[in-house]
């Protein structure tokens, strides 16, 4: 799959985005680490999906659970209150991004096959549920 411009400008949004939330997280709960994590994860996946299309990926009707989760826990971890909005938001993402976690976990599969590391091999298959 090759990216375009802003989709590769979207990758690195959201890996930034995933890595300063996990910071914040492992740093205690470190409330501006998790924000602009937050911040940049959301504005990753935007410029990733095209903004109609990420309106329209989070605004369908059996999604809006998961959505208004997400969205809460953003908001609660933005207003100084990063326990709670950590548990939403690990909630929200997990309803939201669920259906795609099979496919990841296949392709960290192959890409740990391809580099020649078996050992995490098993424990990819245990995710996957095989």
Do not use: H
């Not at 937050?38 to 605004?59: D, E, M, Y």
């Not at 997990?94 to 890409?111: A, D, I, S």
Request: proline share 4%.
């Amino acid at each position: 799959m090759i990216l375009a411009g802003p989709q590769k400008f979207g990758a690195a949004l959201t890996g930034a985005g995933i890595f300063f939330f996990v910071v914040g997280v492992m740093l205690f709960l470190d409330k501006g680490l998790m924000a602009v994590g937050n911040l940049l994860f959301v504005s990753g996946i935007t410029f990733l999906l095209t903004p109609s299309r990420t309106v329209a990926f989070f605004s369908r009707r059996d999604r809006l659970s998961s959505t208004a989760c997400f969205l809460s826990g953003i908001v609660l971890v933005l207003i100084r209150w990063p326990f709670v909005g950590l548990v939403l938001e690990v909630f929200g993402v997990f309803n939201l991004f669920g259906p795609f976690l099979p496919t990841v976990l296949g392709f960290m599969k192959g890409l740990l096959v391809s580099m020649g590391l078996n050992i995490g091999r098993s424990s990819v298959d245990y995710m996957r549920g095989r």
